[in-house]
């Protein structure tokens, strides 16, 4: 298209006027390296761990802005190396190739469409690692990604990094970070850390609390957890590669949450920043756990409207009856909570896993670890919660047996759903029958609860009371 490249590559500000857009994105380096004191010619080292869909897709996005300023800042991404690409997959990605112009000639350029010809013959076997390198992510093969510097030594990827994002699953935080830490003994300065992990564990002894992707970083690494942040929001990776309009929150200390904001900042890309780490972090794992059971639900009903809504009506009263017990200001959490969930339930791998499982195309056997997908968080957070829910020390008053019980005996959904995922008692019909259930309390008096008595538990986020 005539003048395209013209007109991406110049920005209008509030005020209207246009700016090169490698000149603000040349500014944003140079504001960002000199807050880290970086000296000339010492690049800003930038490491993404791990190359799920979200964590490629925001890799891919800072090599698409900052690519070009080699001397300023450098991008790299780690994943682990021997992940092969099976056949079917091959020749999909073949098709996707030879679909897209612009991809074939810049394989064909960098003489590398051959090897994709080859594994569509079955001649050759390509690995997840090297396919990263020509910008193909294995968990989202129908999106096309920029080139990346790709690196499968750990070592090598982080040790002298000066901002590295998480790009991993919450489950493997804490190992991956325990390894990093071995490679950082000898560093003078912390580095910066951005999590994009949502998903949290439940930690029962001495007091019940959640504990959260920074929070085991914190653990692993001894980097301070002021320069730990978390960035999430409502979006969908494939769709924020593509430039769908798109918000988030970077949430931490001050001293880098606002000028990562800036630097993350795209105009089809709008970063916000908050204070609050980890209440928006463990949010962000709790509509995990309810996208399931809506996937459940609407392959159950054949997509009925009335039975999403109402399924909407009672996740959303125990998404803020636990929110009332986890924070002290719960009013701030709806909108981005609600906003996220929203965008879960409608495209997410989460509510996409539930409605598989209810069609029987897949099976809890399967794990939860789905090629194609990568790892299903709202899982291992279904587990977390109901531990965490189930305690006695936790006890609130029952609206209509006048009498305390656990936290989660008002959350019939998270009950249900951890007897089908977890102990797998039940079968997914079992979600049907909990919405349809005569002595279901309506939905309204949940949160009657929440906001009358004094549920607010400090010690949850590990807050002092």
């Known amino acids: 298209m005539v003048g395209t490249t013209e007109v991406m590559n110049h920005i209008e500000d509030s005020n209207g006027a246009i700016h090169n857009s490698n000149d603000v994105f040349e500014e944003k380096v140079d504001e960002l390296r000199r807050l880290m004191g970086k000296a000339e010619g010492d690049p800003l080292r930038i490491v993404g761990v791990g190359a799920g869909a979200w964590g490629s897709v925001f890799a891919a996005m800072l090599q698409d802005s900052y690519g070009h300023l080699r001397e300023k800042v450098q991008i790299r991404i780690w994943r682990r190396a021997g992940r092969t690409v099976d056949r079917a997959t091959a020749e999909h990605l073949f098709e996707v190739i030879n679909s897209r112009e612009d991809v074939l000639r810049r394989l064909i350029r960098r003489c590398a469409y051959l090897k994709y010809v080859e594994a569509r013959l079955g001649d050759r076997t390509l690995n997840a690692d090297e396919i990263l390198k020509d910008g193909f992510c294995l968990n989202m093969i129908d999106t096309p990604l920029c080139p990346l510097k790709v690196v499968t030594n750990l070592q090598e990827a982080v040790w002298d990094a000066d901002i590295v994002v998480n790009g991993l699953p919450s489950t493997e935080t804490r190992a991956v970070f325990e390894e990093i830490s071995r490679y950082w003994k000898e560093r003078i300065t912390a580095p910066v850390i951005i999590s994009l992990a949502k998903g949290v564990e439940a930690e029962l002894e001495p007091e019940p609390r959640i504990v959260t992707p920074t929070q085991m970083i914190n653990r692993a690494t001894g980097v301070p957890i002021e320069n730990i942040l978390y960035l999430g929001g409502p979006n969908i990776a494939a769709e924020i590669y593509n430039k769908e309009y798109a918000n988030a929150r970077i949430c931490g200390a001050a001293k880098w949450r606002r000028p990562l904001a800036m630097f993350l900042r795209q105009p089809h890309f709008i970063v916000w920043d908050n204070n609050d780490l980890v209440t928006h972090e463990v949010m962000g794992g709790l509509k995990n756990v309810y996208a399931i059971g809506a996937g459940m639900v609407a392959a159950l009903t054949n997509e009925s409207a009335t039975s999403k809504s109402v399924y909407f009506a009672h996740c959303t009263s125990e998404m803020i009856f636990i929110t009332h017990l986890l924070s002290e200001e719960p009013e701030r959490l709806a909108g981005p909570l609600l906003a996220d969930t929203y ?15 209810a069609k029987g195309e897949l099976s809890l056997e399967m ?30 008053l029952h609206p209509e047996e006048n009498k305390h019980v656990a936290p989660v ?57």
């Open 343 to 357: 965008v879960t339930l409608l495209k997410g791998r989460n509510a996409w896993y539930g409605q598989n499982l």
């Open 367 to 396: 794990g939860d670890s789905i090629k194609g997908k990568g790892m299903i968080q709202g899982v291992s957070a279904v587990k977390a919660f109901y531990e965490l829910l189930c305690q006695s020390s936790l006890s609130v």
């Open 409 to 465: 005996e008002l959350c019939p959904i998270l009950k249900t759903l951890y007897k089908i995922l977890i102990i797998r008692e039940f079968p997914c019909q079992a979600i049907l029958q909990a919405l349809r259930d005569e002595t279901m309390n309506d939905p309204r008096d949940r949160i009657e609860i929440a906001q009358t008595h004094a549920v607010y538990r400090p010690y949850l986020l590990g807050h002092q009371p």
